[in-house]
């Protein structure tokens, strides 16, 4: 009758690359197992309280939590594959043979690929973070993947985006410096109107929106004298990136209500027609 290390030892597949037993077939189990043990105990239990003594952005815990699972993961991989007995040459020889083969047929993949990973490193698109695309989409990074991201638009649909659009296009990403936005709604009034008392009406109502910033402090500008109005520029600054479209309809209101109190008209266009009898 065999001993039990006689049994772990059995060879289950021989040849000359591969050699395949019970016991190595636990040590690659094993191996797996620590690098997820591992991934755990650091994104969970570790890194959160060194996040909240460097009072580190949600965007940055999200990216350093990618890359060490990444890296854990890849080690844990391949030497998982080293227990078992393959011979990692073969194995690095198979990688380089497929990534010629497929290389031109996945090129978009690699490049997605490859893309990721320059998100992830660099930094400059973090989860949390509102952007505007090139299609003028506006939304929330929920999820940097490895080959795709996911963002939430203002219509609570999520959109999944090639990382290499994320790269190779241009982003507005409107919270990668300051976590601030400046805005601007332009209105025209009446030329008989007084252009001092538009300004502070408009200051007042910008100041009372609760989504406007106090600091910076919204200001107005005389834009142009228009075809047939004044034309009055009012700048602000708001945090709530998302929903801005809303903030902007408040404020029209307000304005709208506002001049018809204090009876400052908002001018039809005028054109002036001439006719000549032949």
Same mark, same amino acid.
């Given at each position: 009758m065999e001993t039990l290390e006689q049994l772990l030892n059995l060879k289950l597949f021989? #040849?000359?690359?591969?050699?395949?037993?019970?016991?190595? %077939?636990? !040590?690659?189990?094993?191996?797996?197992?620590?690098? !997820?043990?591992?991934? !755990?105990?650091?994104? $969970? =239990?570790? %890194?959160?309280?060194? &996040? =909240?003594? $460097? =009072?580190? #952005?949600?965007?940055?815990?999200?990216t350093?939590? $990618?890359?060490? =699972? &990444?890296?854990?993961?890849?080690?844990?991989?391949? !030497?998982?594959?080293?227990?078992?007995?393959?011979?990692?040459?073969?194995?690095?020889?198979?990688?380089?043979a497929l990534a010629v083969g497929f290389g031109l047929g996945l090129q978009q993949t690699f490049n997605d690929l490859f893309s990721g990973l320059i998100i992830l490193f660099e930094g400059k698109i973090r989860v949390g973070d509102s952007v505007e695309l090139t299609n003028s989409v506006v939304g929330r990074i929920v999820r940097i993947g490895i080959r795709t991201s996911n963002i939430e638009t203002r219509d609570n649909v999520v959109m999944v985006v090639p990382n290499s659009k994320l790269v190779v296009e241009s982003v507005n990403n409107w919270n990668h410096d300051y976590n601030r936005v400046r805005f601007m709604l332009?209105?025209?009034?009446?030329?008989?109107?007084?252009?001092?008392?538009?300004?502070d009406l408009l200051l007042e109502i910008a100041k009372a929106h609760p989504r406007v910033m106090k600091q910076p402090a919204p200001f107005v500008r005389f834009a142009d004298f228009g075809d047939?109005?004044?034309?009055? #520029? %009012?700048?602000?600054?708001s945090r709530y990136l998302i929903v801005s479209g809303d903030t902007l309809s408040d404020l029209r209101y307000e304005i709208y209500r506002v001049f018809k109190e204090n009876n400052i008209e908002i001018p039809y266009p005028q054109r002036v027609v001439y006719s000549k009898n032949t």
């Amino acid at each position: 009758m065999e001993t039990l290390e006689q049994l772990l030892n059995l060879k289950l597949f021989r #040849e000359t690359d591969f050699e395949f037993s019970l016991i190595n %077939l636990f !040590w690659a189990a094993m191996t797996l197992a620590i690098a !997820w043990g591992l991934v !755990w105990l650091f994104t $969970q =239990k570790i %890194l959160p309280q060194f &996040y =909240k003594r $460097q =009072k580190t #952005e949600i965007g940055s815990q999200y990216t350093i939590n $990618q890359l060490l =699972k &990444y890296l854990i993961y890849t080690i844990g991989l391949l !030497w998982a594959i080293q227990n078992l007995g393959i011979n990692t040459n073969v194995i690095w020889g198979a990688i380089a043979a497929l990534a010629v083969g497929f290389g031109l047929g996945l090129q978009q993949t690699f490049n997605d690929l490859f893309s990721g990973l320059i998100i992830l490193f660099e930094g400059k698109i973090r989860v949390g973070d509102s952007v505007e695309l090139t299609n003028s989409v506006v939304g929330r990074i929920v999820r940097i993947g490895i080959r795709t991201s996911n963002i939430e638009t203002r219509d609570n649909v999520v959109m999944v985006v090639p990382n290499s659009k994320l790269v190779v296009e241009s982003v507005n990403n409107w919270n990668h410096d300051y976590n601030r936005v400046r805005f601007m709604l332009s209105v025209g009034v009446h030329y008989d109107s007084n252009p001092e008392q538009v300004r502070d009406l408009l200051l007042e109502i910008a100041k009372a929106h609760p989504r406007v910033m106090k600091q910076p402090a919204p200001f107005v500008r005389f834009a142009d004298f228009g075809d047939s109005a004044l034309m009055f #520029e %009012l700048y602000f600054y708001s945090r709530y990136l998302i929903v801005s479209g809303d903030t902007l309809s408040d404020l029209r209101y307000e304005i709208y209500r506002v001049f018809k109190e204090n009876n400052i008209e908002i001018p039809y266009p005028q054109r002036v027609v001439y006719s000549k009898n032949t």
